[in-house]
């Protein structure tokens, strides 16, 4: 039988707020172990939670960026569970009214388009972190994350491909980062996701058991440990055993799903309102504020990228991927008004020396005017294009600009009739043979003279007067 997936993701995004969301900690990463802790956090007994009010403000941004409805009120209630990482032995988090419902992102898929839609959005606090040791069965407790902000987004089970899965995650992070509410950092755990998948009969319409998959920490791992799930899920199927509902754990080593625990329902979690909060209203006012106050969003520069710049698609894509290359591509062209020119140099030379360097445009050596100056350096003339890229090598290991360069090094690319026609002819005079063989027919010894030239001008001499006076002379 033909099986087809049926998933939906929970995305936690850490919030990129200075403090915690009840209490003043430090919401920074890597200090100390339990050293971003205080009595509030760590649940002792007397104390009470102050919501941050940022807090409310960035899931309202992130609720408008992906078209949700803003609810007038929300609450918070508490998840009970016990983990070693949770002091308190419950969750703060949003149950039956949560901050945003109903909104949908689009994705680009080899199909075209296509609406992931958005089931609800809400506030909650991180756990703690636990650390196992390697060499001993001992495991160590760091409450320095407990309490950190987080939103939970929550899909509806309308993704049917791990590469559509991927899509919506790289979609999702985008609109976190152009909205700088989360750095979307996988590695660092400031963006996690957890994946509910069910297998069904092709082209029916009802939903199997479903797992629900943990500890997926990049782009890659959630898309093998869906791949990976649903070749296990269609193996049990098919030798007619039932799929269990359970949670489990991504083994990115082995790559396999095991099994962590039976999955809990809403009900294992015994919810009821936190006592100690009181509900969260929103005014129209403050959400009309919000939203006059959004950046532009990926989608919509794109879009502005193609029509106003008539950049490709494919460019437009790569150029918006970070805002701040966006930002670094807009800046540049202030200074050199050819859209296609700067991107082609952008996504070949610059983000080529960027990502063999593990650097980001935020730490780039060649700031944008530089990168400007360079190119227009090349489009008067004065450089050549081979010279050009050995004056960018330059000028990212160096962070000088483009015209120091160029004087320091005597690059000014030689542009004088008479000295190019005494190179060429001193290299025709020196290859009597193969100045024989071209005008006998054979056509591809023209880079070899050209080359030829160009070694003696030290590859400073004009490319296109080069052609030009050596097929006058080798025509003669």
Not at 22 to 37: E, I, R, V, Y
Not at 74 to 88: H, Q, V
Not at 350 to 363: F, P, Y
Not at 410 to 436: C, R, Y
Request: glycine share 6%; net charge negative; charged share 25%.
């Amino acid at each position: 039988m033909e099986y087809e997936p049926v998933i939906g993701l929970e995305i936690h995004a850490q919030l990129k707020t200075l403090s915690k969301i009840f209490c003043g900690c430090s919401t920074k990463f890597g200090g100390s172990p339990n050293t971003h802790t205080c009595p509030i956090c760590l649940g002792m007994p007397g104390t009470l939670p102050v919501l941050n009010r940022e807090v409310v403000e960035y899931t309202i941004r992130m609720a408008l960026a992906t078209h949700c409805a803003i609810e007038p009120l929300g609450r918070f209630a508490r998840k009970n569970y016990f983990y070693p990482d949770l002091p308190k032995g419950y969750q703060i988090s949003q149950y039956d009214l949560p901050l945003a419902r109903n909104g949908w992102v689009e994705i680009d898929t080899p199909r075209g388009p296509k609406r992931i839609r958005i089931h609800r959005i809400h506030m909650e606090e991180d756990a703690g972190k636990l650390i196992h040791d390697e060499y001993q069965p001992v495991s160590y407790v760091d409450y320095n994350r407990t309490g950190v902000p987080l939103i939970e987004i929550v899909s509806e089970p309308d993704i049917t491909s791990s590469d559509d899965a991927t899509a919506y995650l790289k979609t999702l992070r985008e609109v976190l980062r152009y909205l700088e509410i989360c750095d979307g950092n996988m590695e660092e755990g400031s963006m996690r996701c957890d994946a509910n998948i069910s297998l069904r009969p092709a082209r029916t319409s009802g939903l199997g058991t479903r797992t629900e998959l943990k500890n997926m920490n990049s782009f890659k791992n959630v898309q093998k440990a869906l791949e990976f799930e649903m070749r296990r899920q269609k193996a049990m199927l098919e030798r007619g055993e039932p799929v269990v509902q359970e949670t489990r754990l991504w083994d990115a080593v082995r790559n396999v799903t095991v099994s962590m625990r039976d999955k809990e329902e809403s009900h294992d979690y015994r919810y009821f309102p936190d006592p100690d909060l009181v509900p969260v209203v929103v005014s129209d006012d403050w959400v009309s504020e919000i939203r006059a106050n959004l950046p532009e969003l990926p989608e919509a520069k794109r879009e502005r990228f193609i029509r106003e710049y008539a950049l490709p698609l494919y460019d437009a894509q790569v150029l918006t991927s970070t805002k701040a290359l966006a930002n670094y591509f807009e800046e540049a062209l202030k200074h050199f008004q050819q859209p296609k020119a700067l991107s082609n140099w952008i996504m070949s030379e610059l983000l080529r020396a960027l990502h063999s360097d593990n650097r980001h445009i935020e730490d780039c050596p060649v700031s944008a005017e530089n990168l400007a100056e360079l190119l227009n350096l090349l489009d008067s003339g004065v450089i050549s294009g081979k010279i050009a890229k050995a004056v960018f090598e330059q000028m990212y290991a160096s962070g000088k600009s483009a015209g120091r360069i160029v004087d320091e090094n005597g690059l000014v690319q030689v542009s004088d009739q008479s000295a190019i026609e005494s190179a060429i002819d001193q290299t025709l005079s020196e290859n009597p043979k193969e100045v024989e063989q071209f005008r006998a027919g054979k056509d591809k010894l023209f880079g070899f003279f050209v080359g030829q030239v160009m070694r003696k001008t030290k590859g400073k001499a004009n490319p296109q007067l080069v052609n030009e006076i050596l097929r006058k002379k080798l025509a003669g």
